[in-house]
């Protein structure tokens, strides 16, 4: 069992930038792949980025790729995702979410655990 708690998110202008934490409860986080989702209001969850148990692998979503990046400290059980370039559509809530061992997965149903999500808002 791992517990997720997300934290990072705001209010910020067109262009700007915010970097995102997930941190996890329990000593195996490094045996987690880890991701990160968001859902906008009348939208379906959406994959962002994903990073395997080891970190050596990544994979974004078209749409962010090359704005955001996602990271991870085993040491402190946290995974980030450093967003820049923000636009009005990336305004949702976003998630992170974890799986045990594995590799990268943009498929919401392939992970096992949840946090809360944190707000996201870009204005124009």
């Known amino acids: 069992q791992v517990q997720l708690v997300e934290s990072g998110g705001g209010l910020v202008q067109s262009g700007g930038s915010l970097r995102l934490s997930c941190a996890a409860s329990?000593?195996?986080?490094?045996?987690?792949?880890m991701g990160w989702f968001r859902q906008a209001p009348g939208k379906e969850r959406e994959f962002v980025a994903a990073i395997s148990w080891s970190g050596g692998s990544t994979s974004y979503a078209d749409s962010v790729k090359g704005r955001f990046t996602i990271s991870r400290d085993n040491a402190k059980n946290t995974v980030f995702l450093q967003m820049n370039s923000l636009k009005p559509e990336d305004t949702a809530v976003y998630y992170c979410?974890?799986?045990?061992?594995?590799?990268?997965?943009?498929?919401?149903?392939?992970?096992?655990?949840w946090g809360q999500g944190t707000q996201v808002t870009v204005s124009s």
């Open positions: 329990g000593r195996t986080f490094r045996m987690y792949s």
């Open positions: 979410a974890a799986r045990i061992f594995g590799g990268v997965y943009g498929s919401a149903d392939e992970y096992d655990y």
